[in-house]
């Protein structure tokens, strides 16, 4: 190897370790979880299936005092990577863009991190890595959904046991806004009281953000029932791949079976992904413990509380495009009841009109 070029996959190995020993930070001097660190190494597997497929070994060049022409020249081949590496991705792993695009997120945070903390001279070259973006609203539940789920006891006593457990996470869930890692945890001390108010109180486990959250009674109740039998926790224990699976299943039993296409993007191309028997997917088949997240921040906005304490609940960042996806289906939501609105107030006049006319006789 000539002394100015380091082995890519040996650099992304030190990249891994310096996160997960908490020799690197995030920008806020926090550590780096543990889900972060898994992504970074499913990445560095890719990688290295990428120089098995191609029989290449990657490098990255030292450009003290280089030249134009080998400044070009290193250009040329972190193009080449870029390209043939999205088509290792696209078309050997039959990745979707979301997945594509978190893959070279995390590629251009190591070279980052070579530039920035190990003050190696590797050029920006990274900054060329894009990868096309199809956002899609996310599936959430509708107050009127939400409502039934809260209200309808005869819904509630034709689920078995586990369902009724899945329901009154489902409900709590939908309420707090907590990430499922969070909501999961929750213990009897992380109520507080003031005055005639309970509030859940609770460092979030991924940013470490401090949320005080008002608990309305039907949580309360909730709450009462499970916490002396489950060593203090306030929710049915249960791992989060079992939450997904019984999720769908209380969607179903709730009749949310309408068909709702699951839509990806591949290479900025929309692409109808089937279910495991070629059908379309339906609202039910969509549920999963984000649901809820998604759920509590959208049926906030559309009870129109403003959008500043929203994002200080759910804690999205000033102008992330990620909140604003629930604005736009609060919006949406809106609209629809204005419509709904509009077409009442056409109906009322007729009626009132046609009163006015027996009365006139």
């Known amino acids: 190897m000539n002394s100015k070029e380091l082995i890519l996959l040996t650099e992304f190995e030190k990249f891994i370790n310096a996160s997960a020993s908490g020799k690197r930070l995030t920008a806020s001097g926090k550590r780096i979880t543990n889900g972060v660190i898994q992504n970074y190494q499913f990445t560095q597997k890719l990688l290295e299936e990428y120089e098995q497929h191609y029989s290449v070994t990657l490098r990255i060049v030292l450009l003290n005092k280089a030249s134009l022409t080998i400044l070009q020249k290193e250009k040329k081949y972190w193009m080449k990577f870029y390209i043939q590496f999205s088509s290792f991705l696209y078309k050997q792993k039959k990745y979707f863009d979301n997945y594509v695009s978190g893959t070279f997120k995390n590629i251009k945070t190591f070279f980052n991190y070579l530039i920035t903390e190990k003050a190696y001279p590797i050029g920006q070259f990274h900054k060329l890595f894009r990868v096309p973006q199809k956002q899609f609203s996310p599936i959430v ?29 489902l409900i709590v869930g939908c309420t707090l806004g907590l990430r499922i890692s969070d909501l999961m945890r929750l213990k009897s001390t992380h109520i507080i009281k003031a005055g005639t108010v309970s509030y859940i109180s609770i460092h979030t486990k991924k940013t470490g953000t401090a949320i005080k959250i008002p608990i309305p009674d039907y949580v309360t109740t909730v709450f009462d029932k499970y916490k002396k039998k489950n060593n203090n926790f306030l929710l049915p224990q249960y791992a989060k791949a079992n939450i997904n699976k019984y999720l769908k299943q209380l969607a179903e039993e709730a009749g949310w079976t309408f068909t709702i296409p699951k839509n990806m993007c591949r290479q900025g191309k929309i692409i109808e992904v089937l279910n495991k028997q070629g059908k379309c997917y339906r609202f039910c088949d969509h549920i999963t413990a984000h649901t809820m997240r998604r759920t509590a921040i959208t049926t906030l906005l559309i009870l129109g509380v403003p959008e500043l304490v929203v994002r200080n609940l759910s804690g999205h960042a000033p102008g992330s495009k990620e909140f604003y996806k629930y604005i736009a289906i609060a919006n949406e939501y809106s609209n629809t009841q204005i419509m709904q609105a509009q077409n009442k107030l056409i109906n009322f006049s007729r009626t009132e009109h046609q009163n006015e006319g027996i009365r006139l006789l």
């Open 141 to 169: 539940l509708t107050p009127e959904q939400l409502n039934y789920l809260i209200t309808d006891n005869d819904f509630y006593n034709r689920l078995n046991p586990t369902l009724k457990k899945i329901r009154d996470i």
